[in-house]
């Protein structure tokens, strides 16, 4: 039984497409987008320490999918 539970990881950040989503419309996204790109976005399910060793080389972390809309609004304030 694996002690290292599978996590989704996006490719690129979901916090990354979200922005250039926005720059490119010029105003907020609404939630529907946000979700909308969210759905479509690629990711890939990897072991829990692995999404940490990514995201410390990365530099930053990525929203947390299951709540998408409020961690976006958070960023974005």
């Given at each position: 039984?694996?002690?290292?539970?599978?996590c989704l990881v996006f490719?690129?950040?979901l916090?990354?497409?979200?922005t250039a989503a926005e720059s490119k419309?010029?105003?907020p996204l609404t939630e529907d987008?946000?979700?909308?790109?969210?759905?479509?976005?690629?990711c890939v399910a990897v072991p829990f320490s692995t999404a940490l060793?990514?995201?410390?080389?990365?530099?930053?972390a990525d929203i947390v999918v299951e709540d998408c809309w409020s961690e976006w609004r958070k960023l974005r304030a």
């Open positions: 039984m694996p002690t290292d539970p599978l490719i690129p950040p916090v990354a497409l979200l419309k010029g105003s987008e946000v979700c909308a790109i969210r759905d479509q976005a690629t060793e990514m995201e410390g080389k990365r530099g930053y």
